[in-house]
């Protein structure tokens, strides 16, 4: 059962940030940041996580939402890569099958495309050798014809057939968030909007803590700790320029953009990875009445929580779609929503944003601050791993705290306390019929019980209490979001905690004022940031659903 996480605890959670020295703080709250605090607190330290915005705000809620084994890397000959990633998602799957889903991807290739059927067969087959694939989830090879009537939309002038392989969808934000949470049960004390604006130094000039700033009151207060780990994602350099000047290792920002599209527009009915004229690969999801496209690759510079969406990076995905799906007759009218996000890449030289490695790396600083940036959200609780294991040595020998060994290989996230996947279903139809006595319809239900798997109970709970002005599941999410998960802001909510901003934008458009004047009345905000986070929550609006 998770405690309470609303404003009253979020004021008890910092002032507890104060009252000692910790073994690890972690600056940065997205996919990577939350899996070292949860590795860190299941090893036995006592562990401290800040935010400067929300958790899963940056990358970790703008990615193409795949558990993927990294069948691109391939191409790449990044053999160490793909078998790593492989079997790091079944792990993710196992430890969370509520936030993962298996489906099946069609990979078309057609006559003068990057793949053809040797190279699509044995790519396959040696895809799912390194990642350690199931037998049920083996690949296998398809005819033209088989092809057109698995996706009857994909274009059928040239074409020689298609390999199926299955990839693992996911709400990336709601995996951040679920671990975020776990790392919370389990001990350590994670806040939101606290940026860390300076570093504290031991006699030695070691660094042993932060000036951390509240960015919700703008309060400033200090946090100890016996270790820093920048884990922040883009803002990576940012942080390490807290300590001065940074030199060597940097990173370089790869922009990756998004459309959504209802299901009417673009009825694809099974999922599709397909090369671009331009040699680039490009993903097209069916997901829950909507269908979503990406992803652009192209260098960014500028602050990623500012980034908008240009007229070139929608003309680039739609000459895409009709480049594989000629009979799809869709324009800039009906994309309903979108959103950029950008991937942390490390430097290398002389090379374009698709073949820059996405391989991670771990470094300290001459003051001991040590940094972790590049990776995937696939790969968050190895690289973690690896982090500890680096770490284990500097506390037995430095303060002679002997650690456990790595305790999340078989860890339920948060949620996940379901029985394991194969259990998923009949926990879900479990679930439904609970969701329907309390008068939601069967839709509804099974999407609580999914969205939320084990803690779709405590849900469920304010489902009984709902008011006439809100539909009965989103007023229980929006009420759970504020009591179990953390949130702070309606944007918050409407992105990271239901994903509503981009697949049921609808739902805000209609909503939003209600949700402000329930947040605000519990929250206790004040007039003057109630206005505020309106005009935040309209630029998102606005944001995902127009170009510049």
């Known amino acids: 059962m998770t405690n309470k996480l ?114 699509t067969n044995m790519g396959l087959r040696l895809y799912d050798f390194l990642a350690g694939v199931k037998k049920s989830e083996r690949r296998y090879m398809l005819s033209a014809e088989k092809t057109v009537q698995k996706e009857p939309l994909v274009k059928q002038q040239e074409l020689k057939g298609g390999g199926v392989y299955v990839e693992y969808r996911t709400d990336d934000a709601r995996l951040t968030i679920e671990v975020a949470k776990s790392a919370i049960e389990n001990g350590a004390l994670l806040t939101n909007y606290t940026k860390a604006v300076k570093f504290l130094y031991n006699k030695e000039g070691e660094i042993n803590g932060i000036e951390a700033l509240d960015l919700l009151n703008n309060s400033r207060f200090n946090i100890l700790s016996k270790k820093v780990v920048n884990a922040a994602g883009p803002w990576v350099d940012d942080v390490r320029g807290i300590e001065g000047k940074t030199s060597g290792k940097h990173l370089i920002l790869s922009k990756g953009v998004h459309l959504v599209f209802d299901e009417r527009s673009f009825p694809l009915k099974q999922a599709v990875y397909f090369d671009t004229p331009d040699g680039r690969m490009v993903f097209a999801i069916p997901r829950n009445g909507k269908t979503y496209v990406g992803t652009t690759d192209t260098f960014y510079e500028g602050d990623p929580k500012n980034m908008d969406i240009s007229q070139h990076d929608r003309d680039y995905i739609m000459k895409s779609i009709h480049y594989m799906f000629p009979n799809v007759k869709i324009t800039d009218q009906d994309i309903e929503s979108s959103w950029a996000g950008v991937r942390p890449l490390i430097h290398e030289e002389g090379k374009g944003p698709s073949e820059i490695s996405r391989h991670d790396e771990v470094w300290e600083s001459e003051k001991g601050l040590i940094t972790i940036a ?129 697949f049921n934008i609808k739902q805000v458009l209609e909503y939003k ?36």
């Open 374 to 502: 590049g990776g995937k959200l696939t790969g968050y609780r190895k690289m973690a791993e690896s982090v500890l294991n680096r770490l284990a040595i500097f506390y037995k020998e430095r303060y002679g705290i002997q650690l456990k060994g790595c305790q999340t290989k078989q860890l339920k996230i948060s949620g996940g306390d379901i029985g394991g996947s194969k259990q998923l279903d009949s926990y879900i139809a479990k679930q439904t019929t609970v969701g329907q006595s309390l008068g939601l319809t069967e839709q509804q239900a099974a999407y609580l019980a999914h969205h939320y798997g084990s803690n779709s109970e405590q849900v469920f709970e304010y489902v009984k209490v709902a008011p006439s002005e809100l539909p009965a599941a989103l007023y229980a999410q929006l009420q759970y979001a504020m009591d179990f998960e953390l949130v702070q802001h309606p944007n918050d909510f409407f992105i990271r905690r239901t994903g509503d901003m981009f």
């Open 6 to 119: 609303n404003k009253t605890n979020r004021k008890q959670t910092i002032e507890k940030l104060q009252e000692k020295e910790f073994d690890l703080l972690v600056i940065g709250g997205g996919i990577t940041g939350v899996g070292i605090a949860l590795d860190a607190v299941t090893r036995g330290l006592s562990v401290a996580l800040v935010e400067m915005q929300d958790f899963a705000a940056g990358t970790s809620s703008r990615s193409t939402k795949l558990v993927h084994g990294g069948l691109r890397y391939l191409k790449q000959f990044e053999i160490k890569e793909v078998a790593e990633l492989g079997k790091e998602r079944a792990i993710v799957y196992e430890n969370g099958p509520h936030v993962t889903t298996p489906v099946r991807m069609l990979l078309p290739f057609h006559k003068g495309g990057t793949f053809g059927k040797f190279s």
């Open 513 to 548: 004022e209600v949700v402000l004047d329930i947040m605000a009345e519990k929250l206790q905000w004040s007039e003057q940031q109630k206005n505020q986070f309106s005009e935040d929550v309209q630029l998102e609006i606005t944001r995902a659903t127009t170009a510049k």
